[in-house]
Structures are given as C-alpha cells and as structure tokens.
C-alpha cells in the first residue's frame, strides 16, 4: 500500500478530495464453476480493461486478488466516483469479449469511501471494504459510499 499512501500524503498537500473505490465481480465463483477457469480469466483481463479505460493517468486501479480490485481516484469526491463506476458498468454492459475471446454478462458491487484528514492508508481501505459488503448485502451490483454517514448510490 506504499503508492497509496503517497496518493493520500500527495492529495493532502494539494487540498484535492480523493476517494477509494473498491470493487468486487459479483458472483464470480459461479462464472468459474460454469464456464471453467479460462472463462474466469477472460472476465477478470476483461474488467481491468474496463476499468483502466475508465481511469485518468492520476488515478490508480490495482488488483487485490481474486476477484477484487481497488480504484483510487485523484481529485474525486463521491458523486464523480459514481459516475466513473456508471461509465464502467456500461463499458462492461456494451462489450462482449477481451483479446477476441467472448466473455459471459457479469456485474460488480463497489464500495467507496472519501479520504477525510484523519484517514490512514488502513482506515480509509477499511471503509471502503465495509462499504463493499454493504453494497453486496443490499442486492449487488451497485454502491455504496461511506464518509462521515453511508450512502446508497
């Protein structure tokens, strides 16, 4: 998490909000359990695509692992964390194979949370997880902010 933190140090000196999204494939066992693990692979290459498509080159989007990815967004607040993951989900709603292989629908929860001035690099990740569950809890295939209260986006 050393590159994050030198986001969240760096965004502190310019006074620029900068939000964590952390995002999850939803029901992603069952794409590899049907369709096999090469299906599995083409879905996770297909969606970092998307998602660095997506991204400014300030920004930042790393694999956590497995299914799990995380977007750190520069000079974000909330409401442009949304539309950046609505972008996404119409990318992957539009775009039906990566490196000419056909990928299966797939969806993904997101939790995002707003860096604020007391926020280490563990703090600001745990919101952004337990914004994450929330958003699974509550059906899928959306988003849930966190900040000083949670939101359903």
């Known amino acids: 998490m050393g590159h994050l933190g030198e986001m969240l140090a760096g965004s502190r000196a310019m006074r620029w909000p900068l939000t964590l999204a952390m995002l999850d494939i939803d029901h992603f066992k069952r794409i590899n ?8 692979d083409a879905v996770l290459c297909h969606f970092a695509t998307q998602l660095r498509h997506q991204l400014r080159p300030m920004d930042a989007v790393g694999r956590i692992g497995g299914e799990e990815f995380l977007l750190v967004l520069t000079n ?20 039906t194979e990566t490196e000419n292989q056909p990928v299966p629908e797939y969806t993904f929860s997101a939790g995002i949370a707003l860096a604020t001035a007391d926020d280490s690099v563990d703090s600001i990740f745990r ?8 958003a699974k809890r509550d059906g899928r295939n959306r988003d849930w902010a ?8």
């Not at 966190?146 to 986006?153: D, F, P, Q, T």
Request: proline share 0%.
């Open 33 to 40: 359990d049907s369709a096999g693990h090469d299906v599995g």
């Open 76 to 95: 974000t607040g909330i409401e442009g964390a949304a539309l950046t993951l609505a972008r996404i989900r119409q990318l992957i709603a539009e775009s």
């Open 127 to 134: 919101r952004a997880d337990q914004a994450l569950f929330q």
């Open 146 to 153: 966190v900040n000083s209260r949670s939101i359903r986006l």
